[in-house]
């Protein structure tokens, strides 16, 4: 299967966010052409080569063997909203116009007054009527998180669910004694689903539609999808995944090429949701020469450094 894959002329591209999200100002990532498509590797810089082979394998059945026949043609999505302030906060959910809102939290000591306002924020300008969950980052604090849980409810006038990163079946147990609302754990291998109420997917961290079907299937939680950052290439993965599982009734996290100013395809096919929703497509689209030109990196230590780790990867698949 590699063997039908360019490697060789991967277009290296970068985008810059409108916000912050997770300590980062831009998101890069490389275009992966198959003879069915494209897909798109985008593995975190940090991870080890096991982590970034997953998402490499993601990207290569997107251009190969491509997805499963979807079930629905559309699925609802949230707006993900990063750690700023209420203005910025009430102009991001606005915009989006969708109904779910995934509030992103410190979950620390230092951040519970700006996590208030920004719930509170949310829940002024989704009304009574919309729906808002808790996600935290990876450098998140259980305790000083489960103190402020109470605050953080009052503030958003109930919440879905609080979504973590995922930890032993043991951990999960724990944290899911603690808070008193369903909690959310997003997998990157199975076992880390023990504990849990809700199992959030992540096309890349599981390798593909299809691994993350398995995982849905033996997990026995209700599954919904994410799709980090991601261009609009990136997320029609996480939407082919959220089109083949069944309805549980929560929105999936991939209204995210909100977060980018830009994208690599063209201005008429960015997933940017409408009225809340996104449609689940047979394949993604493919890159435009105008995004690609105006997304592409020159900066040549970059282009050698994603060279370089596709060349590692593709000895663990």
């Not at 996590?115 to 924020?121: H, Q, V, Y």
């Not at 079907?213 to 261009?231: D, F, I, N």
């Not at 394949?283 to 435009?288: C, Q």
Request: charged share 20%.
């Amino acid at each position: 299967m590699k063997t039908w894959i360019d490697f060789d002329d991967a277009p290296v591209f970068e985008v810059a966010l409108t916000d912050e999200f997770d300590g980062v100002d831009a998101y890069q990532g490389m275009l992966i052409e198959g003879p069915q498509g494209w897909g798109e590797f985008s593995a975190p810089r940090d991870c080890d080569d096991a982590w970034a082979a997953r998402c490499l394998t993601a990207a290569i059945e997107a251009g190969t063997v491509g997805w499963p026949d979807p079930l629905r043609g559309r699925v609802p999505v949230a707006v993900t909203v990063p750690e700023v302030g209420p203005d910025r906060t009430r102009q991001i959910v606005t915009d989006a116009g969708c109904r779910t809102a995934a509030v992103r939290i410190g979950g620390r000591p230092d951040s519970a007054a700006r996590d208030i306002a920004r719930l509170e924020a949310v829940r002024d300008t989704l009304g009574s009527g919309g729906d808002i969950r808790c996600t935290t980052g990876a450098d998140w604090d259980p305790e000083a998180t489960a103190a402020v849980m109470p605050a953080l409810e009052r503030a958003a006038r109930g919440l879905e669910f609080i979504q973590v990163p995922g930890g032993t079946p043991d951990e999960n147990s724990t944290r899911r004694r603690t808070f008193d609302i369903p909690f959310a754990v997003e997998v990157s291998h199975l076992a880390q689903a023990g504990g849990a109420d809700i199992a959030v997917l992540n096309v890349n961290a599981l390798g593909g539609v299809r691994r993350s079907l398995r995982v849905a299937e033996v997990c026995g939680l209700p599954c919904l999808v994410t799709a980090g950052l991601a261009s609009s290439v990136g997320i029609a993965a996480g939407l082919a995944l959220a089109g083949v599982l069944p309805d549980i009734g929560f929105a999936g996290e991939l209204a995210t090429a909100r977060l980018l100013t830009g994208d690599v395809v063209s201005p008429g096919r960015r997933l940017i949701p409408i009225d809340g929703y996104l449609p689940v497509a047979p394949m993604p689209a493919g890159p435009d020469a105008h995004g690609l030109e105006r997304c592409a990196v020159t900066d040549p230590e970059t282009v050698a450094w994603w060279r370089n780790r596709l060349r590692n990867v593709q000895h663990h698949i």
